[in-house]
């Protein structure tokens, strides 16, 4: 018993020191500016452009939900145009950024695993620096930078989307007027929604991005330890955005 | 010259290389011969760094490769063609980007990148296959592009590691005869990592059988033919006992 636990914390420990050497050969390679800035525009696209459909989706149907489950907690006790309160506050600050960043750790995070996972197992990684190329400046930084820069234009649209959707659904399912839903998502609007909302989304694809680069480089075996990375990318974006999720309201709210 | 110096590397409990030493001369090609798992495509990588040794080192031009730095590295490795045993190509770029990814990080421009690239698939009778994927090409038609974008870097060295394995015999002697071809015409020292003896009378000038971790016997092609040595004699010659 005592081992076990003994085994788990060094293994814990050097887990971390993995990841933090990681991060540091990352910080280093940024010097290796000619090769990731090209590579970073085309992970943009694919990590920004194409995540956008499963965000935006996402996003209108939440926008709907929390504009019908708002007027039915209100229930005649507050003025029905704190929908738009409700819809504005929880798109900005916890519902667009998170649910964003749970669904695109499952579309980004995996893919991405998986795609450096199997580039692992058939040496492609190998290969790249027998090439001379340094997998962090060729591989990492650009999926890291691209996710860090994409998430909060992600988001930011997601937010816009859901927001759009609480309202057509106030005109349309709650006869509350276009007016009325502005008042109310007025009401307590500060700029720090905007800005908490997308500094965590940048932290989000920072996390996602990172677990995704660090879990696929990791893989061993075959095809089943490229599906287990997949697997685990997902697993530990979810919890970290959670984490993470938690730790911003704390430090700044 | 590449000289392994008692080259130690283990995986977890398991040692692979226990005091492998080799000397490989300029210009000529070493075959290193040995059993499945006998850590043979182990000591081609730590040539090239791709592998850390645990005790004991790689001196390639005088250099000892586990002491580099990564710039170190980089112009080391800017010298040496790799060949991977399942080729290694990247599936997600054509043929001619495979060969031209290494030229581009040696700075040539566009044109010189293209002639080379042309040259290349020319050299190993691919042409025309330059806008193919590697997903459309057979397992032959793979080694061979592997071995061009090895060859287009016009390198001092080339690795190959297990270059016929899993291929037809006529598709092995095509190979063959290409590594003999490539020597040829670039005059490259060649290190050749396989089992498969017939490549190895072929195309080597000495060879070298791994054992348990260290070379067994090094000799010319028929000093090796010729062994008395009963474990290198049963590997020759595929006899099970």
Redesign the interface.
Known sequence: MIQAIGRRSISAVEAVGRVGHFVMDMVRALADIGVWARLTIVQMRRIGVDSLPVALFIAAFTGVVLALQASYTFTGAVPLYFVGTLVGKTMMLELGPVLAGLALAGRVGASMAAELGTMKVTEQVDALETLAYDPQSYLVIPRVLAGTLMFPVVVAFAIATGIITGWLTSLVLLDLSTQDFIKGLKLFYVFKDVWFGLLKSASFGFTITLVGCIVGLGTRGGAEGVGRSATRAVVYSAILILVLDAFWAVVLL | MIEFQDLQKAFGEKPVLQGFSLKVRDAETMVIIGYSGSGKSVAL?HI???LHPDVGDVIVDGQAVSTLD?DGL?LL??G???V???A????SMTVADNLA??LR??GLDEAEIEERVQEALALVDLSGTGERMPAELSGGMRKRVGIA?AIA?RPRYILYDEPTTGLDPVTSAVIDRLMVRTREHLGVTGVVVTHDMRSAYTVGDRIAMLYEGRVRQVGSVAEIQQTEDPVVRQFIEGRAE
């Open positions: 990588k090239v760094g791709l990564r980089t490795r800017q040496v063609g790799y991977f045993q399942f290694a190509l990247f599936d990814l290494g990080r040696r974008r870097l």
